[in-house]
């Protein structure tokens, strides 16, 4: 039986999310408030109903007294049709009868439908993508453009085949005050687990959530000792960054917990259903922030009804970036001493990868992460007064910083191949504090061995391999200077190694003819068509940067980066030959809504790309989050082109 506490919330917490979806297998993932016994009813358009009792294809974890993760992987025996709508009913089973999407969830339904629905598509002829949804940014949440879009054309050949999520899909580094206190209220109500804390001046959880210093100044919580000043600045305090971006790390999540109800409240709006609003005591400056923040809390909120239905309706692929556990994550060999070097620091990027895991990693590759799930399972069944065991968390922790498998391959046409930027890194072994490569020597040949032989791919890149010369000279400056985590230097050109092989992969004779690249990361969107110079059968390769879902750059700022860009790179100019790309011709498409030539577009959205038969790019649009007309991507029109990108109709 229930308890009384548990009977009074609503039995789905968040979900589901459609994530690995094929003919032969359905990953879905869910939270509820207490386990269920769950049955999934798929009707392919014109067939009868197929009913799949879930109880040995559903393995639960408990999160919380009042919070358990569903993890369903169905294997099916008779594969499902492609390209043709499947609609699909998640009842609940129980007395009188079993309840569904439509009893229990009717805001993830469209208008005049009774069941959701998805498509598996027999190729990859279009997909959206995106990064960067930071919930207190002022700029509307670009996944309401994919809503937008499954609303006015539901049938099954305009429906894009994936939704690609490329970094960033948390900021559990950069948290809103009235955020953070949504999330202590929603631990508290679903009792999700206390954890002991070593090394701080905190002993555990709780005390870390009454901590007057728990809000705006958690910097004040790391032991107050010299040795310390580089955590203190790294985690809680932040460092300055006036080009790029701002550090706003003093709301830093530390515990499982806090993780875990992030997620919660970035996916779903029921959790918001549960607590109400008690702003914590503040100082004067810190009320102020706190009531700056609270209109964007407030706008994101009122959409999620919206995104948790896009995310019920399309199949969804993740890879993590650095916000997702923490800003500038393994920058440098000497970021990685300092940051494991304390048990402290070490604990709070560890939760962030644990929550990860669970939320993220499991459902782009369950058999990859069959071990870690149940090391997993362990710590979260074996606790004692819904506390978890520290030696136990500790330990997973440790295997979860030496795993090696968070990149993945789908076998779809064209083949997609989603990178791992941010675990494998090829560090510096002389100078320890220059950025390291963003893939070792190992991972970059597995990534060949991954290429070889297919006619064309996709392949998500967090980072742009192909950014912006002016914006990576910067970073090159500020890294000669020894101040790479000023400006964010994260690009697969700041390691000289890096660069070079993954450049030569490019030109290897057995890699395909067409590569698409697809990345997020850095606010801004543009596309690039890259080929080898001299070289008479050279690959083309589509670098296409869409970011971000919630974040932007800043506008003047931008603007005057584009124009230096231009004038500095332009094709006649010198510079360009003290850059690693020098033998890659770069070709900018430009903004079909650009005003005097600019390459860069700044706007919260989506990216959309339509394929060719061939895998090649047919069209490249921007969707952006405020509505407004997409955005195209075109070719200058006075440089010759073996393929014309067209403009939206």
């Known amino acids: 039986m229930p308890s009384t506490a548990a009977s009074t919330l609503p039995e789905i917490l968040a979900g589901p999310l459609l994530r690995r979806l094929e003919p032969g297998r359905l990953v879905l993932w869910l939270v509820a408030s207490r386990p269920l016994r769950l049955q999934l009813c798929l009707q392919p358009e014109g067939e009868a109903e197929q009913r799949h009792a879930l109880d040995e294809h559903c393995r639960q974890l408990p999160l919380g007294r009042h919070a358990v993760l569903h993890l369903i992987d169905l294997a099916l025996t008779q594969p499902l049709p492609q390209d043709v709508r499947i609609a699909y009913d998640?009842?609940?089973?129980?007395?009188?009868?079993?309840?569904?999407?439509?009893?229990?969830?009717?805001?993830?339904?469209?208008?005049?439908?009774?069941?959701?629905?998805?498509?598996?598509?027999?190729?990859?002829?279009?997909?959206?993508?995106?990064?960067?949804?930071?919930?207190?940014?002022?700029?509307?949440?670009?996944?309401?453009?994919?809503?937008?879009?499954?609303?006015?054309?539901?049938?099954a050949a305009q429906r894009p085949a994936l939704l690609l999520m490329s970094g960033d899909q948390v900021y559990v580094d950069d948290v809103a005050g009235p955020m953070l206190c949504a999330i202590h209220q929603l631990i508290a109500r679903l009792g999700l687990f206390d954890e002991r804390l070593e090394g701080a001046v905190v002993t555990g959880s709780q005390a870390l959530y009454a901590d007057p210093v728990g809000y705006y100044r958690r910097a004040e919580?790391?032991?107050?000792?010299?040795?310390?000043?580089?955590?203190?600045?790294?985690?809680?305090?932040?460092?300055?960054?006036?080009?790029?971006?701002s550090s706003n790390a003093d709301n830093h999540l530390v515990t499982f917990a806090e993780m875990i109800a992030m997620y919660l409240l970035v996916w779903s709006p029921v959790p918001w259903s549960l607590i109400e609003e008690e702003q914590p005591p503040l100082d004067a400056e810190q009320q102020r922030r706190y009531a700056e923040q609270r209109p964007c809390i407030a706008a994101f909120r009122q959409s999620l009804g919206q995104v948790a239905r896009v995310l019920a309706h399309l199949p969804t692929l993740m890879i993590f970036d650095d916000h997702d556990v923490t800003d500038d994550w393994n920058l440098s060999a000497r970021w990685e001493q300092t940051a494991y070097g304390h048990p402290f620091s070490k604990r709070i990027i560890g939760n962030a990868l644990l929550a990860y895991l669970l939320c993220q990693g499991w459902g782009n590759d369950p058999d990859a992460f069959a071990e870690p799930l149940h090391a997993c399972g362990e710590l979260l069944q074996q606790r004692q007064d819904d506390q978890l065991d520290a030696r136990a968390q500790d330990a997973l922790i440790d295997a979860l910083l030496q795993f090696q498998h968070w990149h993945y391959v789908l076998p779809t046409t064209p083949a997609l191949l989603v990178l791992d930027t941010r675990t494998r890194r090829w560090r510096s072994e002389g100078r320890l504090s220059r950025p390291s490569g963003l893939m070792d020597w190992?991972?970059?040949?597995?990534?060949?061995?991954?290429?070889?032989?297919?006619?064309?791919?996709?392949?998500?890149?967090?980072?742009?391999?192909?950014?912006?010369?002016?914006?990576?000279?910067?970073q090159k400056l500020f890294t000669y200077a020894g101040h790479p985590l000023l400006v964010d230097a994260e690009n697969w050109m700041a390691h000289r190694g890096a660069a070079s092989v993954m450049l030569?992969?490019?030109?290897?004779?057995?890699?395909?003819?067409?590569?698409?690249?697809?990345?997020?990361?850095?606010?801004?969107?543009?596309?690039?068509?890259?080929?080898?110079?001299?070289?008479?059968?050279?690959?083309?390769?589509?670098?296409i940067?869409?970011?971000?879902?919630?974040?932007?750059?800043?506008?003047?700022?931008?603007?005057?980066?584009?124009?230096?860009?231009?004038?500095?790179y332009a094709p006649w100019s010198p510079l360009n030959w003290l850059t690693k790309r020098r033998r890659m011709r770069v070709s900018p498409l430009i903004p079909e809504r650009s005003r005097a030539g600019e390459r860069l577009w700044n706007g919260a959205g989506l990216g959309q790309v339509f394929f060719d038969e061939q895998g090649r790019p047919e069209r490249i649009l921007q969707l952006n989050a405020d509505g407004s007309k997409p955005v195209a991507f075109v070719a200058e029109r006075d440089e010759p082109q073996p393929r014309e990108i067209p403009a939206s109709p």
């Not at 009717?106 to 005049?112: A, E, M, Q, R, V």
């Not at 629905?117 to 949804?133: E, N, P, T």
């Not at 490019?506 to 590569?515: I, K, L």
């Not at 990345?519 to 059968?537: E, L």
């Open 442 to 474: 190992e991972a970059l040949c597995e990534f060949q061995q991954a290429l070889l032989d297919h006619p064309a791919c996709i392949i998500v890149s967090p980072a742009p391999m192909f950014g912006v010369k002016l914006i990576e000279g910067i």
């Open 90 to 155: 998640l009842q609940i089973l129980g007395d009188p009868a079993p309840r569904g999407l439509a009893d229990w969830a009717p805001h993830l339904l469209y208008d005049g439908r009774s069941r959701a629905d998805f498509v598996l598509k027999a190729r990859i002829d279009q997909l959206l993508h995106g990064s960067c949804r930071k919930p207190h940014h002022s700029a509307a949440d670009g996944l309401l453009c994919a809503d937008r879009l499954l609303a006015a054309q539901p049938e």
């Open 504 to 543: 030569n992969i490019f030109r290897h004779s057995r890699t395909p003819g067409d590569f698409v690249v697809l990345s997020g990361d850095v606010h801004y969107s543009f596309v690039y068509r890259v080929s080898i110079r001299h070289k008479r059968a050279s690959p083309t390769i589509w670098q």
């Open 545 to 568: 940067t869409s970011s971000g879902i919630k974040n932007e750059f800043p506008p003047r700022l931008l603007d005057w980066f584009d124009r230096l860009n231009r004038w500095l």
């Open 221 to 245: 919580l790391l032991p107050a000792l010299k040795s310390n000043q580089t955590l203190r600045d790294k985690f809680f305090g932040g460092v300055e960054k006036p080009i790029f971006t």
